[in-house]
């Protein structure tokens, strides 16, 4: 019996505990690439899924993010207000709700896509970063909602505002905070919001001004740096000078380069509107950096990042098809019937979870034959932030509300 009890508490100490896993703290999750290594689901949605708590907001397209034990959520009030509100991700409760005037209305081709906050947050070192249509970042206390300070980037730097509103999903690495505004690519210090570099200036006017992608941190040719998506180029940046390391233009329709780029050892994924699927390697010698195209295929994205399971990559399509590509050759392993406009993707490694915009959430298991849907369930009416996945919960944010479901 002693003994017994003895191995049972040596496994509680060695065993990581669901509240342990890596908080789903920014865009994509803890890694930005949608990814949980080794994570376990069941095998079934329907009668393992269960909705704990849902709370009505106003909408929003930014996914919901967890920290500590707490949950955040934006929304956009009457096309006059952004409002950000912390609750307890296990009960509900709420803790705390920020708000500040800010709106901004899209052109009118894409209004049909909504003029409601569209960056997630991101919550890191003791700091929640929002970034409101505006192009205004501001810093909150986690715990309590208190103001740390903020930028707006329009006044404070002279930048334009970006006609689509603001989109990039802000970073935070080693006290330092990323983020593309509507004029430049930007390095703040995490303690004050404190300008230290910009890079990657543009112009102003619809078809120049802003970013829709979001950018990632990788180890390129031994080298830490920003992989950056312009409207117009894929760049690698320097973390410390903001300096261009290398570039390349990538193809895009009205720059609607939109997708957060893949990063898989030294290559790069993309794939732009009305564009072209390509995959990059990137080298230095000596001082001197060099990009190759390693192979080019027809495939065109839209809205939606796509998710690296072992050496497939799968993507939702403009055509609103869903295809896994081969990563080594570029070759389709299948191509889907048509789904919504939009997928968001987190993978385990060998299943993915996929929340169309229409409010399906599926899963599906990763094979190089078709694509294999083991499981659907109706969680939203309609969503187009991206998917959260904390442990054993899942949250979804539907556009008119904030919903936490949980594996039974």
Known sequence: MRTTLALFLLALTISPAVGESPDWNQWRG????????GAEWPDRLEGRLELVWEKEHSPSYSGPIVSEGMVFTTETINKKTERVTAYDLASGEQKWQ???????????????????????????????????MRDVLVSLDPKTGKENWRVDFPADMGSAMPSFGAVCSPLVDEGAVYVQTGGALVKLSLKDGSVIWKSLENGAGMMSSGAFSSPVVAELSGVKQLVVQTRTELCGVSLETGGVLWKEPIQAFRGMNILTPLVKGDQIFTSAHSGKAQLFNVSKTGDDWSIEELWVQKNQAYMSSPVLVGDDIYLH????????????????????????????MVSNGTELLALDNGGELMLIQASNDELTITDRMKVAKDSWAHLAVQGPYVIVRDLRALKVYRWQ
């Open 30 to 37: 803890p890694n930005r690439d949608a990814t949980l290594p």
């Open 98 to 132: 920020v708000e500040w005037a800010g709106s901004l209305a899209v052109p009118f081709f894409a209004a049909s896509n909504g003029d409601w906050i569209r960056s997630t947050p991101v919550c890191a070192e003791g700091h929640l970063l929002i970034l409101g």
């Open 317 to 344: 399509l403009k055509n609103q098809r869903v295809t896994s590509i081969s990563s080594n050759d570029g070759s389709a392993n299948w191509t889907s019937s048509p789904f919504g406009k939009y997928w968001s």
